[in-house]
DNA sequence: TGTCGTCTTTGTTCTGGATCAAATTGAAAT
DNA sequence: ATTTCAATTTGATCCAGAACAAAGACGACA
């Protein structure tokens, strides 16, 4: 039950653009308020680095406008992008304070943060912030080991697929329209999709031009294409459609033991059939 | 075996091969009662499976001992394993029920079972228990994007290192001797380490026989080896020693986008050199 | 409008590992 | 011990995608 507007003080988070999807907005109002209270906005541009790899987290928070990449990098410069934070997402890492990924604006960012150690008394006092923490880094490592999957057995054109069908999901939702045909703008340069993805710029950009070829998606420019044959862009991703997740699923009657026997012999394929 | 009606008081857990170091041991002794009250034994042979890909997620628990793997598949067959679980590890999907990768056994294992729904209402009535399960998620959050570094993009050479090392830290305690030569045991087959390292057997095997010819590690049999450089093997790894985390990391003076300007140009590398 | 610098695309070559194949080891069952 | 069957190793070939190279495309700025 909402309290009348004049019987507390209003919050910037009234009007907030991702009020309604947020993390906070899922807890009790007394919460709300001293969340309000502790929370302030940072932007960043595009390139900039919001918390380095190894260095102890001083805030936390929410995005409320662009993209954040997680990346990890090794010694010799190589990158890999684990994970990326679309408007509403939670970003920083809690208890234990050291992040061991970079967290990067991939576009212009709006955040809105909280200093790490007050939200982190907050959970104390308030279970229900801490479930709902709790739900959300449940989400992120289904997310990450599904990742998992891609990386370590599938094809450049499943990955891409599997990339722009995330997109549909995750990406602005003011982006697309649910009929025939979905418009997808890329929020992320090559070189970062290509770290996300495991390959380089160089194989997306043939992948990509490939589907146009064969009717899958339109290219519009660079970053913005439209998905001509959503069912094909499934069937290509390899997965169910991911989009689709049924409450309760259909329980398999084969193990993944018998089905891998099953496949025994399959034929060598290009990814493209 | 039942305890006798006069021990009830005590707890079949205070005899516990885990209870130094579980999940359900770092919380107090009220809630130690209540969980003790709940658990139940189980025990899986190899190649069984605890609980499938996509099934309701039934009871949650404990590792007393043996290894479970955590594995997804796709509709053709192959497999990725997003994870392993040792000895006091907390297994299975709380707060939602449908687990969407596999859990099986690796090995012969005895398992600490609690009811989900059961354990689920106790977090609520305890949130220190929730803060335990938090704590313990954002570790494998972390591990999980650590696995994504390797299958996004380090070599063969680099993956196997990265394994035996990991087995050093995670593995059978009372397996290694922390002197200048550790024994590793591998408690899974050649398919399974596959499967986690995103390759082959056959790549596998290679890569381990060509350590053993440069005196890196000794192959007593194809699951027991010695690790007879071990500095060498953490260089092949091509990251930091894993085993020591300091507690608040030497600042990078430079951004890994620095790091990767200076890295331009870089010779190819079969991972051995 | 041109020029610079960055990002993306397209073309070519090369290789790390996958795949296919066969031999070897090893453990369980008879 | 001997047969079976599975797991591992070793050998030979092949290919998806990386690396290298060079040519557009596009935006920023003067």
Same mark, same amino acid.
């Given at each position: 039950?909402?309290?009348?507007?004049? +019987?507390?003080?209003?919050?910037?988070?009234?009007?907030?653009?991702?009020?309604?999807?947020?993390?906070?907005?899922?807890?009790?109002?007394?919460?709300?308020?001293?969340?309000?209270?502790?929370?302030?906005?940072?932007?960043?541009?595009?390139?900039?680095?919001?918390?380095?790899?190894?260095?102890?987290?001083?805030?936390?928070?929410?995005?409320?406008?662009?993209?954040? &990449?997680?990346?990890?990098?090794?010694?010799?410069?190589?990158?890999?992008?684990?994970? +990326? !934070?679309?408007?509403?997402?939670?970003?920083?890492?809690?208890?234990?304070?050291?992040?061991?990924?970079?967290?990067?604006?991939?576009?212009?960012?709006?955040?809105?943060?909280?200093? *790490?150690?007050?939200?982190? *008394? +907050?959970?104390?006092?308030?279970?229900? !912030?801490?479930?709902?923490?709790?739900?959300?880094?449940?989400?992120?490592?289904?997310?990450?080991?599904?990742?998992?999957?891609?990386?370590?057995?599938?094809?450049?054109?499943?990955?891409?697929?599997?990339?722009?069908?995330?997109?549909?999901?995750?990406?602005?939702?003011?982006?697309?329209?649910?009929?025939?045909?979905?418009?997808?703008?890329?929020?992320?340069?090559?070189?970062?999709?290509?770290?996300?993805?495991?390959?380089?710029?160089?194989?997306?950009?043939?992948?990509?031009?490939?589907?146009? &070829?064969?009717?899958?998606?339109?290219?519009?420019?660079?970053?913005?294409?439209?998905?001509?044959?959503?069912?094909?862009?499934?069937?290509?991703?390899?997965?169910?459609? !991911?989009?689709?997740?049924?409450?309760?699923?259909?329980?398999?009657?084969?193990?993944?033991?018998?089905?891998?026997?099953?496949?025994?012999?399959?034929? *060598?394929?290009?990814?493209?059939?």
């Amino acid at each position: 039950m909402e309290p009348l507007p004049f +019987l507390r003080a209003l919050t910037p988070c009234d009007r907030c653009a991702v009020r309604k999807t947020s993390l906070c907005s899922r807890v009790n109002v007394d919460l709300q308020r001293d969340l309000a209270r502790l929370s302030h906005h940072r932007t960043y541009r595009l390139g900039e680095t919001v918390l380095a790899e190894m260095e102890a987290t001083s805030f936390v928070g929410i995005v409320v406008s662009g993209v954040l &990449r997680m990346q990890k990098s090794l010694e010799d410069g190589r990158q890999q992008l684990v994970g +990326l !934070l679309f408007r509403s997402d939670f970003f920083g890492r809690v208890f234990g304070g050291l992040s061991d990924y970079a967290i990067e604006a991939a576009s212009d960012v709006i955040l809105c943060c909280y200093e *790490r150690r007050a939200f982190e *008394r +907050l959970t104390e006092r308030f279970p229900e !912030l801490e479930h709902q923490l709790m739900l959300n880094t449940l989400d992120e490592l289904d997310a990450a080991r599904d990742w998992m999957l891609l990386l370590g057995c599938q094809t450049m054109p499943e990955r891409v697929a599997s990339f722009l069908l995330m997109l549909c999901r995750r990406g602005e939702p003011d982006e697309w329209v649910s009929g025939a045909n979905l418009s997808i703008h890329l929020p992320i340069s090559r070189r970062d999709m290509a770290s996300y993805l495991g390959t380089t710029g160089e194989s997306i950009s043939r992948v990509i031009h490939e589907m146009s &070829r064969r009717g899958i998606i339109k290219i519009r420019n660079a970053q913005d294409f439209e998905i001509l044959n959503k069912r094909q862009l499934v069937r290509m991703s390899g997965r169910d459609d !991911l989009s689709i997740r049924p409450a309760i699923a259909a329980q398999s009657s084969r193990s993944p033991y018998e089905r891998l026997a099953a496949a025994n012999g399959l034929p *060598r394929s290009t990814g493209f059939h």
